[in-house]
């Protein structure tokens, strides 16, 4: 199971925290990712981290901006989001990999509005 | 960056029939690193196909995919009510991974 929070309403140019708690596997086996989508829109690959955090990527979007990482010994997954702009609006889900996006979570809404 | 391209955008089809989705990708997608996802309104996807062809486990045997290379293939031989979503592919076959627009199956 991953359950998201930290999500809510920050200003542009805010920062926002996200956070992933998961259970029920070992969390340090496993490749770990954000997926986001925006309202009304497809889904956006956002950011994948390795099992030890020695392999990270992003999309181009939101690189230098956003940052993601874990801690193996807390079971979680953090996604720290800097310098946010309108465009950053969406739920962000956390999903583990295994050859595909094969547990999600419920998601967690970010809305980026003066 | 490999763009996905899901055709048709929306499919109109009613209970027991076959619906056949498209998913092409401007580039070879390497290893047929591509799954199919099934999305519900106000519920995360969920994985219904990896590798192309390989069906995940607890997805029903309605469901399967096929193709290779840049071209690819969700059918549902039979859709059921549950069955109305949108479906989206993706591949991590390459960096950045991405998601194809996304096709609706909608009741007729």
């Known amino acids: 199971q991953l359950v998201e929070s930290g999500g809510g309403l920050v200003l542009p140019g805010g920062s926002l925290r996200l956070s992933c708690a998961a259970s029920g596997f070992t969390f340090s086996s496993y490749w770990m990712t954000w997926v986001r989508q925006a309202p009304g829109k497809g889904l956006e690959w956002v950011a994948n981290i390795h099992q030890e955090g020695s392999e990270i990527r992003y999309v181009d979007s939101v690189k230098g901006r956003f940052t993601i990482s874990r801690d193996n010994a807390k079971n979680s997954l953090y996604l720290q989001m800097n310098s946010l702009r309108a465009e950053d609006t969406a739920v962000y889900y956390c999903?583990?990999?295994?050859?595909?996006?094969?547990?999600w979570g419920q998601g967690t809404t970010v809305t980026v509005s003066s | 960056e490999i763009v996905l391209t899901q055709s048709p955008g929306t499919l109109s089809l009613s209970p027991g029939e076959r619906a056949t989705l498209s998913c092409r990708a401007s580039q070879n997608i390497r290893n047929n690193y591509l799954a199919w996802y099934q999305q519900k309104p106000g519920q995360a996807p969920r994985v219904l196909i990896c590798?192309?062809?390989s069906r995940v486990t607890g997805i029903p045997d309605r469901f399967s995919g096929s193709g290779s290379g840049t071209d690819f293939t969700l059918t549902i031989s039979r859709l059921e009510p549950e069955d109305f979503a949108v479906y989206y592919c993706q591949q991590s076959g390459s960096s950045p991974w991405t998601f194809g627009q996304g096709t609706k199956v909608e009741i007729k």
């Open positions: 590798d192309a062809s």
């Open positions: 999903a583990r990999w295994s050859w595909a996006m094969d547990v």
